[in-house]
């Protein structure tokens, strides 16, 4: 079970912190990541991280977004800096376990003035 948080709405240029807690075991996730979909689009990567702390990043968001994991607390985070309004989205987090990936419910980030 995935539970998402952080989203909401914010202006131009300012931030925001998503979250992701998954329950269970963190030895057999092998990915956390965020995707985002917006109206009449298809849904994206947008940052993942895997067991090995690797990273990776939607072209877009490069050098605004970052994720990181606490592996501790099963949870996933998405620090969102500099947002523009092309971030509004619905943003889902997935986690991959021995092979099977799951989906959060999303939550709603909107950037407008």
């Known amino acids: 079970q995935l539970q998402a948080s952080g989203g909401g709405l914010v202006q131009p240029g300012g931030s925001l912190r998503l979250a992701c807690a998954a329950s269970?075991?963190?030895?057999?996730?092998?990915?956390m990541g965020w995707y985002c979909q917006a109206p009449g689009k298809q849904r994206e990567l947008v940052a993942g991280?895997?067991?090995?702390?690797?990273?990776n990043y939607g072209d877009s968001v490069k050098g605004r977004f970052t994720i990181s994991r606490d592996t501790a607390k099963n949870t996933a985070y998405l620090q969102m800096n500099s947002l523009k309004p092309e971030d509004t989205a619905v943003y889902y987090c997935k986690v991959t376990r021995l092979g099977v990936s799951s989906w959060g419910r999303g939550t709603q980030v909107t950037v407008s003035s």
């Open positions: 269970g075991s963190s030895f057999d996730i092998n990915f």
């Open positions: 991280i895997t067991s090995g702390g690797i990273t």
